[in-house]
């Protein structure tokens, strides 16, 4: 690294910009990435830019409305997180620290059919001595264990007004049905929802209540694959996380006339502060930031299987009277 923090070209690139590059991409924003890290927004401006200035790349497509990533800046993603777990590992071998410890992590059901999985794995590898418990819950009930001290980190939606927790990246939430599914305007609009108090359930009836659009509960399931399950066989619509459509559904289209159901976060919250748990705690929700991205890619398929992310609904009504 040069003297003004300037990262060398010709491919040695500086773990702090990375760090950077990667908050960025996973936030969609510099002004949550600086926040997330603790910079100014100008920091993390000139992080980027040198980034891009060491790559010869354009990494970020920006404008005042959005930030996206360029087919360059796809292709970094990968990159960073490989050259940031090197670091890791190296600082971690010749300090000398190893972590140990129980640690208790809950995961909403949204990460059921991601690559989440792969993060997890990860942190076994590097930590082979630290005890970690999975919980994978409804949101609502993973920040209810939390607040009882029953769980020392959480990676769980909240709505985008509630401060609590850092975040990972915001996401719209979308109805979503079966493809062949038909709705009938002149009848109750067929809900498939998590059970109380799921934050996805909440926000669709206050959707549905606030345009006066009558409803009735056609399946209700605590598992996302007995959603899923639901939807695919026509039974009725769902709302859902639109970087999280499972394979086989799609969006409802808008000339369904259903309600826009706005924005909701994703989040990772910290619990009490056991001394036992917290060094581990750190080190998982680093490895979960660092790797945000791969939270809404799913893992790929068999060959030649589809994974459609919208599409018309043109399919038979299963509406019934309320």
Excluded at 143 to 162: I, N, S, W
Excluded at 220 to 249: C, D, E, F, K, Q
Aim: with cysteine.
């Amino acid at each position: 690294m040069t003297a003004d923090g300037r990262g060398y070209c010709g491919g040695v690139y500086e773990p702090s910009q990375l760090r950077t590059f990667l908050a960025v991409a996973q936030t969609s924003s510099f002004t949550q990435a600086a926040r997330r890290l603790g910079l100014r927004q100008s920091t993390v401006s000139q992080h980027v830019r040198r980034l891009e200035d060491a790559t010869g790349r354009t990494l970020f497509t920006r404008d005042t409305h959005s930030v996206e990533l360029t087919e360059d800046g796809e292709a970094m993603l990968g990159f960073a997180r490989r050259i940031l777990d090197v670091h890791e590992q190296a600082s971690a071998f010749f300090t000398g620290t190893r972590l140990r410890g129980r640690l208790r992590f809950g995961a909403s059901e949204d990460f059921v059919l991601t690559r989440l999985p792969e993060i997890l794995e990860g942190f076994r590898h590097d930590h082979p001595e630290v005890d970690l418990e999975l919980t994978v819950e409804l949101s609502g009930t993973l920040h209810e264990r939390l607040a009882a001290g029953k769980l020392d980190l959480v990676l769980a939606k909240r709505r985008p007004e509630e401060p609590r927790g850092e975040l990972v990246w915001h996401d719209s939430l979308v109805w979503i049905g079966a493809e062949r599914l038909r709705l009938d305007a002149g009848r109750p609009v067929p809900l498939i929802v998590f059970p109380p108090p799921g934050i996805t359930r909440a926000l669709a009836l206050e959707a549905l209540e606030r345009q006066g659009r009558p409803w009735r509960i056609v399946c209700t399931s605590g598992s996302l694959n007995g959603l899923i399950a639901a939807a695919r066989a026509g039974l009725g619509v769902m709302a859902h996380s639109r970087g999280l459509i499972p394979p086989g559904l799609v969006r409802v289209p808008e000339r369904a006339g259903l309600p826009e159901l706005g924005r909701v976060d994703f989040v990772l919250v910290h619990g009490r502060r056991r001394p036992s748990a917290q060094g581990a705690a750190d080190a998982l929700a680093a490895a979960i930031l660092a790797g945000g991205d791969r939270l809404h890619r799913r893992p790929p398929g068999p060959p030649g299987r589809r994974h459609p992310r919208e599409g018309p609904a043109t399919t038979r009504s299963t509406d019934g009277t309320a």
